[in-house]
């Protein structure tokens, strides 16, 4: 373990020094080294799934089948978002019961990596759908569950006073994820095709996971504090009650349905720019709209995530964040067109930012119990993963029957604005 490890245990009350460090709420607030190494594990996730997402699934969908890739497309991405649902929370469920001597998350984070790993070269070759969807299943699991340890992480070991902070850094990681991997996988499909560009984001989630787990300290769970792994009792826990617990079930549904209206508006921006804008070059398009996305993104995300920090509050940012993203889905509703297309980019880049940035503290604030962190954060990992199901199905009927792009950002637009009220009935978070 490296010299951050010195940054736990320190705790100060009598009742939470009773508890393991594994599970004590975390005072002491985490190094700069420590944010280092979560920022580009996170980066390395994060490209991993977004530049198959954005680019490789959907000319691999294209290569195999031209006339219906958007059918192929859907159904490649919704099958893995389904595996992505069950991986995630189940993941933290059994994190949360590990005793290994290396801690509880690493040994996940590192079997996360290597499935994923596995899924992308499977994915470099698949020769025809099935194959397509088998290879995208793996690296959906591996990487719901590397994010299921990674989101754990922020509640293990960050204080309730820094967690926005933490999340604004998080929320930049995806963004630099997602351009960094369209670049990426551009440059290298320029040079060699599909299996080089899978290639290469394989290598990057092994090192990111690498690093992280190598670095960064991750406490034992005492045998004795072991939550009970009886096969009836663990698949009861799975469900957290809204009744008993209303201020997550409002927390996750508000996280939800900004999920949905982010995919609504983002997964198929690829056919949006060949499609609707005719855009002679629709890779370097895609391109730019991400950097204006990605720049504006940093911006909303450290900024909301200081003054959140500073305040206390949560929620005014949230709403914030809402209307700004549905602001940029109205306008894609009324004009398509790469102007306003690159007028929008960066008003979804700032609202998705802010909202990234205090949604994680807000909902890691609203865990229902200590030990079962991994568990909750993997049911609320559930509204990232949900969105990617519905959204690949309901898209191809509303591109159809509900007015094209113009009923699809319009969707995006009423999703978020949803999210802004559910978020007003989360009562222990201001």
């Given at each position: 373990?490296?010299?951050?490890?010195?940054?736990?245990?320190?705790?100060?009350?009598?009742?939470?020094?009773?508890?393991?460090?594994?599970?004590?709420?975390?005072?002491?607030?985490?190094?700069?080294?420590?944010?280092?190494?979560?920022f580009?594990?996170?980066?390395?996730?994060?490209?991993?799934?977004?530049?198959?997402?954005?680019?490789?699934?959907?000319?691999?969908?294209?290569?195999?089948?031209?006339?219906?890739?958007?059918?192929?497309?859907?159904?490649?991405?919704?099958?893995?978002?389904?595996?992505?649902?069950?991986?995630?929370?189940?993941?933290?469920?059994?994190?949360?019961?590990?005793?290994?001597?290396?801690?509880?998350?690493?040994?996940?984070?590192?079997?996360?990596?290597?499935?994923?790993?596995?899924?992308?070269?499977?994915?470099?070759?698949?020769?025809?759908?099935?194959?397509?969807?088998?290879?995208?299943?793996?690296?959906?699991?591996?990487?719901?569950?590397?994010?299921?340890?990674?989101?754990?992480?922020?509640?293990?070991?960050?204080?309730?006073?820094?967690?926005?902070?933490?999340?604004?850094?998080?929320?930049?990681?995806?963004?630099?994820g997602?351009?960094?991997?369209?670049?990426?996988?551009?440059?290298?499909?320029?040079?060699?095709?599909?299996?080089?560009?899978?290639?290469?984001?394989?290598g990057?989630?092994?090192?990111?996971?690498?690093?992280?787990?190598?670095?960064?300290?991750?406490?034992?769970?005492?045998?004795?504090?072991?939550?009970s792994?009886?096969?009836?009792?663990?698949?009861?826990?799975?469900?957290?009650?809204?009744?008993?617990?209303?201020?997550?079930?409002?927390?996750?549904s508000?996280?939800?349905?900004?999920?949905?209206?982010?995919?609504?508006?983002?997964?198929?921006?690829?056919?949006?720019?060949?499609?609707?804008?005719?855009?002679?070059?629709?890779?370097?398009?895609?391109?730019?709209?991400?950097?204006?996305?990605?720049?504006?993104?940093?911006?909303?995300?450290?900024?909301?995530g200081?003054?959140?920090?500073?305040?206390?509050?949560?929620?005014p940012?949230?709403?914030?964040?809402?209307?700004?993203?549905?602001?940029?889905?109205?306008?894609?509703?009324?004009?398509?067109?790469?102007?306003?297309?690159?007028?929008?980019?960066?008003?979804?880049?700032?609202?998705?930012?802010?909202?990234?940035?205090?949604?994680?503290?807000?909902?890691?604030?609203?865990?229902?119990?200590?030990?079962?962190?991994?568990?909750d954060?993997?049911?609320?990992?559930?509204?990232?993963?949900?969105?990617q199901v519905?959204?690949?199905?309901v898209?191809?009927?509303?591109?159809?029957?509900?007015?094209?792009?113009?009923?699809?950002?319009?969707?995006?637009?009423?999703?978020?604005?949803?999210?802004?009220?559910?978020?007003?009935?989360?009562k222990?978070?201001?």
């Amino acid at each position: 373990m490296s010299e951050l490890a010195n940054e736990s245990g320190r705790r100060t009350s009598e009742t939470t020094q009773a508890l393991p460090e594994a599970l004590a709420e975390p005072t002491v607030r985490v190094r700069p080294g420590w944010m280092s190494l979560l920022f580009f594990a996170n980066i390395a996730l994060w490209l991993g799934i977004y530049a198959p997402i954005q680019v490789l699934l959907p000319q691999q969908a294209e290569l195999l089948d031209q006339v219906n890739k958007e059918f192929v497309l859907g159904l490649v991405m919704g099958v893995g978002a389904v595996v992505a649902l069950v991986v995630n929370p189940a993941v933290g469920l059994l994190s949360d019961r590990t005793t290994s001597r290396f801690g509880r998350r690493h040994p996940w984070t590192v079997a996360g990596a290597a499935v994923a790993t596995v899924g992308l070269l499977v994915l470099a070759f698949a020769p025809n759908v099935a194959l397509m969807i088998t290879g995208w299943c793996l690296v959906q699991a591996g990487l719901n569950g590397m994010l299921a340890t990674l989101m754990s992480a922020i509640a293990d070991r960050v204080p309730v006073g820094q967690r926005a902070q933490v999340g604004g850094l998080v929320g930049i990681a995806q963004m630099l994820g997602t351009v960094l991997g369209a670049v990426v996988v551009v440059v290298m499909l320029g040079i060699a095709g599909l299996p080089l560009a899978y290639a290469s984001c394989a290598g990057i989630v092994l090192v990111g996971a690498a690093f992280f787990v190598l670095r960064t300290p991750d406490a034992r769970l005492p045998v004795e504090f072991r939550p009970s792994s009886q096969a009836g009792e663990v698949i009861r826990n799975l469900w957290v009650s809204p009744r008993r617990f209303p201020d997550f079930a409002w927390a996750w549904s508000c996280h939800f349905m900004i999920n949905l209206g982010n995919a609504f508006g983002t997964l198929y921006l690829l056919f949006f720019l060949k499609d609707a804008v005719h855009y002679p070059d629709p890779d370097t398009g895609l391109l730019i709209m991400m950097a204006l996305y990605g720049v504006a993104l940093v911006v909303g995300a450290l900024l909301a995530g200081h003054f959140s920090d500073k305040s206390g509050r949560r929620k005014p940012y949230v709403l914030v964040a809402s209307g700004v993203m549905a602001l940029a889905a109205l306008l894609l509703v009324v004009w398509q067109s790469w102007p306003v297309a690159l007028a929008a980019s960066p008003l979804l880049g700032v609202g998705f930012g802010a909202y990234m940035a205090v949604a994680l503290a807000m909902l890691t604030q609203v865990l229902p119990t200590a030990q079962d962190r991994a568990k909750d954060l993997g049911v609320i990992n559930i509204a990232n993963s949900l969105p990617q199901v519905v959204a690949p199905l309901v898209t191809p009927l509303v591109l159809t029957y509900l007015g094209g792009y113009s009923g699809l950002f319009a969707a995006s637009a009423v999703a978020t604005l949803l999210a802004a009220v559910l978020v007003l009935r989360v009562k222990a978070v201001r």
